[in-house]
C-alpha cells in the first residue's frame, strides 16, 4: 500500500504564509500544510468550481 509522509515528501513548498509538502499516490495528492499567518484562501479556489 503506497503512504507519505511529511518529511519525506518530495515536492515542498515555503512561502511567507504557508509550508507546505505534497506526495503524489496513485490518483489522489497528499498534502501537509502549516498556516505560518491567518490567510484567507478564497481567492487561490477562485475558477475551480464550475457551475
Do not use: C
Amino acid at each position: 500500500m503506497p503512504s507519505a509522509n511529511r518529511m519525506t515528501t518530495a515536492a515542498a513548498i515555503d512561502a511567507d504564509e504557508l509550508k507546505g509538502r505534497y506526495a503524489a499516490l496513485g490518483d489522489y495528492t497528499v498534502s501537509f500544510e502549516a498556516f505560518k499567518q491567518d490567510v484567507d484562501p478564497a481567492p487561490y479556489f477562485v475558477g475551480m468550481i464550475r457551475p
